[in-house]
């Protein structure tokens, strides 16, 4: 009796390890999210004015994404291409985020910007540090902008936010501004 005790116990010990590795191995085998096709800007949906172009290309083999969009540059519509790597190598861009101390849509601002891309759970997150000049003392902020296809790839949610880092001169602190994060929702066009 004691034996074939043992021995269920082993067995339903062994099932549950088998189990386990299963659905661990299921989870690892999913393939990711593609977020290739032509997507459109829905301002109904997002919380940001409706960019210089309301639409994005997007070519995605992973680990390599890559982003066709339309920026403002100095009040003028500019066409750019990021690329990223979901694999956390880094990439160097042209810009299209930056602070500026002054209301002057003519001010200089940074030509490229640094960030690492990696994959969190079904998302694309990507971080970089921007910098800014005010009164002879430099600020700086992490942007992270996350990328996330719905489960019908239908809508693609590009969320951005902005975080002050600890800078500036000794004692001084930055107080955030309580606002959300930016959301712009895009709609398939098509693959």
Not at 51 to 79: C, M
Not at 110 to 127: G, L, Q, Y
Not at 133 to 146: F, L, R
């Amino acid at each position: 009796m004691r034996t074939s005790t043992v021995q269920l116990g082993l067995f339903v010990l062994a099932l549950l390890t088998g189990t386990v590795w299963v659905s661990g191995q299921d989870k690892k085998s999913q393939p990711k999210p593609d977020l290739s096709g032509t997507w459109r800007f829905d301002q109904t949906l997002s919380n940001v004015p409706s960019p210089a172009n309301d639409e994005l290309k997007i070519t995605h083999h992973d680990p390599e994404l890559r982003i066709l969009k339309t920026v403002n540059v100095n009040s003028q519509p500019q066409q750019r291409e990021l690329i990223y790597f979901t694999d956390g190598r880094g990439e160097t861009n042209p810009a299209t985020t930056w602070l500026s101390s002054t209301p002057d849509p003519n001010a200089p601002h940074p030509t490229e910007t640094k960030s690492k891309t990696k994959w969190s759970s079904n998302k694309i997150v990507t971080r970089a540090t921007i910098r800014s000049a005010a009164g002879g003392y430099v600020a700086e902020s992490e942007v992270v902008d996350e990328w996330k296809l719905s489960a019908d790839g239908k809508t693609l949610t590009h969320t951005t936010r902005i975080t002050p880092l600890p800078s500036g001169p000794p004692g001084s602190f930055i107080v955030p501004a309580n606002r959300p994060d930016d959301k712009r929702v895009y709609s398939l066009v098509s693959k």
